[in-house]
């Protein structure tokens, strides 16, 4: 089954704790993106790959950092969590953005910063 | 499951009845738009896509709309069922350098039995 899998799903967090978001995807895409969800913004890109090693901003990157070193993984990395990130990230999958494809998206990271 | 908004705009329709969602876009460059449903707890998921050299595509059930002029992208549900009930986000997409989707904030559809 076609897939993109996020973990974890929820996460509690103090302000300052390095954590990672991981997501993984099983179709072979070469571009991959994270977003993040928030109420009444609607869903904002943080970073985005176009392929492997190739990593690129884009809307809020601020705080945030990103690795593609295989394909199929695109993990997201908070060096230092504040509070303002506290949001729902959803990691995204394409084969080809913007040109007869489609985003996969996984099911979703709520993350709490206290 | 999560909430995706809490002041999202909302449209309310019976069953059976035909649903329209509009999408106000932002970029005249755009060339190429989609639809996305958001079920509560869950990820959006694509419905359907439109290229800017086409007004009109549908799919079953749905049709989406794009009027160009007045940059404005539409959703027609035909005989909406209460499984349609989500969140729905039309999304542009356009080249600055790079290429991203940009989405809109979202609009509930509420489906009552």
């Known amino acids: 089954e076609a897939q993109v899998t996020q973990n974890p799903r929820y996460l509690i967090t103090v302000t300052g704790k390095k954590l990672t978001v991981t997501c993984s995807q099983n179709m072979n895409h070469e571009y991959m993106s994270w977003y993040r969800q928030d109420p009444g913004l609607g869903l904002r890109q943080i970073y985005y790959s176009m392929n492997v090693e190739v990593t690129d901003k884009g809307d809020v990157p601020e705080g945030y950092k990103v690795s593609r070193k295989e394909k199929r993984n695109f993990p997201l990395i908070l060096e230092s969590p504040s509070p303002n990130q506290t949001s729902l990230y959803f990691c995204?999958?394409?084969?080809?953005?913007?040109?007869?494809?489609?985003?996969?998206f996984g099911q979703g990271t709520r993350l709490t910063v206290v | 499951g999560e909430s995706v908004g809490l002041h999202l705009p909302t449209l309310s329709v019976q069953e059976g009845d035909n649903s329209i969602i509009n999408c106000a876009y932002s970029?005249?460059?755009?060339?190429?738009f989609i639809w996305y449903k958001q079920e509560s707890g869950k990820g959006p998921q694509f419905i359907i896509d439109?290229?800017?050299?086409?007004d009109k595509r549908q799919g079953q059930r749905v049709t989406v709309l794009l009027n160009k002029t007045v940059k404005h992208l539409s959703l027609q549900i035909a005989a909406t069922q209460p499984g349609d009930s989500a969140v729905y986000f039309c999304a542009e997409n356009w080249v600055t350098g790079r290429r991203a989707l940009t989405f809109g904030s979202g609009t509930r559809l509420q489906v009552q039995p």
């Open positions: 995204a999958s394409s084969a080809q953005l913007g040109r007869d494809t489609e985003a996969f």
């Open positions: 439109i290229r800017s050299n086409m």
């Open positions: 970029n005249s460059a755009s060339d190429y």
